[in-house]
């Protein structure tokens, strides 16, 4: 019926906004526990998310914000000591339902669990963070709709790279061109792109409104809802109120005509 077989979704930033108000404050809690007084503010994290990959990013605060800092003779171990707390802290929150899923997320999902799209998953965070949310944020059977949840280290480099995107498709046993995936961000858009998706659609949050998005086949605000018509910032989108399966066919259909 749909000119694709799979929609793969980023997790951050595009199933759930879960960046300033989910991710940050974890890393805070962890960086107390460890007497640290680090805080990343909301800018400060703005800023810090050009780098992917909660032990990558706090890595590159200890380098570049924290220069001074007298790092233990096993700097990977204290890393992962407090990325696992983090974690910890993280997955608390998801399990108070404390981080809703974004506008449209379940009906996209839900519409495609109902046409037999495949479902996947292509994320730079620790595969629980995901389940979790699914769980916690989307329902108890939420994460069995996903047949791949390519996560986190599971591949030796994370987004803007391209490998989390080959690691999905060569799960699902597909090739590119025969999904449709869904990010927040430039380092998502690039590792899609890179891995050869063309049909790529971002829906932007605060944190990166302003990214360069070259290459997308569209930019809006959101998927929409009944109450929340889309707003197209980048590409075309005439016809549509919100986007839906037909919405994202037409989308597929129109990048590999042109291709
Ligand atoms: C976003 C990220 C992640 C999270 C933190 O991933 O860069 O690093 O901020 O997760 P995506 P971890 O948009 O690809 O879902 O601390 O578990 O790495
Ligand atoms: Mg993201």
Redesign the pocket.
């Known amino acids: 019926m749909y000119g694709f077989e799979a929609l793969i979704f980023?997790?951050?930033?595009?199933?759930a906004d879960?960046?300033r108000d989910g991710?940050?404050p974890?890393?805070n809690a962890a960086f107390a526990d460890a007497g640290l007084d680090w805080r990343w503010s909301e800018d400060l994290y703005g800023e810090l998310?050009a780098?992917?990959?909660?032990?990558?990013?706090i890595r590159y605060f200890i380098e570049h914000w924290r220069p001074a800092f007298e790092a233990p003779a096993d700097l990977d171990g204290f890393i992962a000591d407090l990325?696992r707390r983090?974690?910890g802290h993280?997955l608390d929150m998801l399990s108070r339902g404390g981080i809703p899923l974004r506008t449209g997320v379940m009906r996209l999902l839900q519409q495609a669990r109902d046409a037999d799209v495949r479902l996947a998953?292509?994320?730079?965070?620790?595969p629980?963070?995901?389940v979790s949310l699914l769980e916690h944020s989307g329902g108890s059977e939420v994460p069995g709709w996903f047949e791949v949840i390519a996560?986190?280290d599971l591949v030796p480099a994370?987004?803007p790279a391209p490998d989390?995107y080959h690691l999905a498709l060569q799960q699902l046993r597909l090739e590119a061109s025969a999904c449709v995936a869904v990010?927040?961000?430039a380092?998502?858009l690039r590792?899609a792109l890179g891995a050869g998706l063309q049909a790529v659609l971002v829906t932007v949050n605060g944190y990166t409104q302003d990214e360069d998005f070259t290459g997308a086949a569209l930019v809006a605000d959101g998927l929409g809802g009944p109450d929340r018509p889309v707003r197209v910032l980048r590409g075309s989108f005439e016809g549509w109120d919100l986007i839906d399966l037909a919405a994202l066919d037409s989308l597929h259909r129109r990048v590999y005509a042109s291709a």
Do not use: P
């Open positions: 980023d997790v951050d930033g595009t199933l879960t960046e991710h940050r974890a890393f998310l780098v992917t990959g909660g032990k990558e990013r990325h983090k974690t993280y998953v292509a994320t730079t965070t620790t629980e963070n995901v996560a986190g994370k987004k989390i990010e927040d961000s380092n998502g590792s």
